[in-house]
T-cell receptor
Framework: DGGITQSPKYLFRKEGQNVTLSCEQN?????MYWYRQDPGQGLRLIYY???????QKGDIAEGYSVSREKKESFPLTVTSAQKNPTAFYLC???????????FGPGTRLLVL | SQKIEQNSEALNIQEGKTATLTCNYT??????LQWYRQDPGRGPVFLLL?????KEKRKERLKVTFDTTLKQSLFHITASQPADSATYLC????????????FGRGTSLIVHP
């Protein structure tokens, strides 16, 4: 059953803590993306990757980091430098950059 | 800078009527435009793609138009149903280079039984 998965569904972060959000796809897509969505707001691009071992900053990359060591995986780390991390985080993938994106179910991050 | 505008106010319509959502864009010329549906607490789901050389695209009860002169796309749902209630996002895409995909904020559609 092909698709894109994100875990966990909910994540709690303490002040000063780094947390990592998981994103896995078995669609054999080259491109992967991370977005942040705040209530009543649109999707804002954090990072994207066109291919393994390559990634680029999006519009709001500060306080976040990513890696793309495997085609299937694109984890996002929310560092302590991100002062307002509470949001809904969405991962997506596409065959190539600019093609139709397929989204995961999202992870909601809350700060304790 | 590139800008995408979708109605921020929710669209309320009666079941069975046609819903029409608007997407306007400025400061770029997209090669194609996509529409997605997003339900609360879930990721967006792709619905339709229309290219700049296509005036209209249909899929079941959905219809999308693309007017590159007006820099506007219209998204229609005919014979609307309460299950169509969701937020609809448009995403105009430029072509070439390493263009970063951009989504509109979306318009909430509420279909009343």
């Amino acid at each position: 059953d092909g698709g894109i998965t994100q875990s966990p569904k909910y994540l709690f972060r303490k002040e000063g803590q780094n947390v990592t959000l998981s994103c896995e796809q078995n669609l054999n897509h080259d491109a992967m993306y991370w977005y942040r969505q705040d209530p009543g707001q649109g999707l804002r691009l954090i990072y994207y990757s066109q291919i393994v071992n390559d990634f680029q900053k999006g519009d709001i990359a500060e306080g976040y980091s990513v890696s793309r060591e495997k085609k299937e995986s694109f984890p996002l780390t929310v560092t302590s430098a991100q002062k307002n991390p509470t949001a809904f985080y969405l991962c997506a993938s596409s065959i190539r950059l600019q093609e139709t994106q397929y989204f995961g179910p999202g992870t909601r991050l809350l700060v304790l | 800078s590139q800008k995408i505008e979708q109605n921020s106010e929710a669209l309320n319509i009666q079941e069975g009527k046609t819903a029409t959502l608007t997407c306007n864009y400025t400061n770029y010329s997209p090669a194609y435009l996509q529409w997605y549906r997003q339900d609360p607490g879930r990721g967006p789901v792709f619905l339709l793609l229309i290219r700049e050389n296509e005036k209209e695209k249909r899929k079941e009860r959905l219809k999308v138009t693309f007017d590159t002169t007006l820099k506007q796309s219209l998204f229609h749902i005919t014979a609307s149903q309460p299950a169509d209630s969701a937020t609809y996002l448009c995403a105009p895409h430029a072509s070439g280079g390493s263009y970063i995909p951009t989504f509109g904020r979306g318009t909430s559609l509420i279909v009343h039984p």
